[in-house]
């Protein structure tokens, strides 16, 4: 897994890309909490992930957890064909706010 960090607007987006499985998701974990424990809102763009597995989920949902009790807006965008089959079957597309990219967010 790699990962980028860029800011647009008042969001900083955390691109991943790769695999994002139980060796890399610490680093993905990371990445998210510390952004939001400085009260950002954050963009997690996962356009570029080719496989995400259980802990790396659990990370996306301990940000939008986090998100919500700092009151910083959290969501999803340019989620890849991978990433999305495995948030249909958690059920967890219709929890995240999900968007086709950061523009769309930004303006949501």
Known sequence: MEYEIKSAGDYTI???SGE????YSPKAR???LAHLNKKSNVLIDLSGVSYIDSSGVASLVEGYQL???NKSRFG???????????L???RLDKVFPIFQNVDEAINA
């Open 88 to 90: 249909q079957l958690a």
């Open 67 to 69: 998100a919500r009790n």
């Open 20 to 23: 994002v499985d139980l060796y």
């Open 30 to 32: 990371e990445q998210i």
């Open 76 to 86: 999803l965008v340019g989620v890849s064909d991978a990433a999305m089959q495995v």
């Open 14 to 16: 955390i691109a991943l």
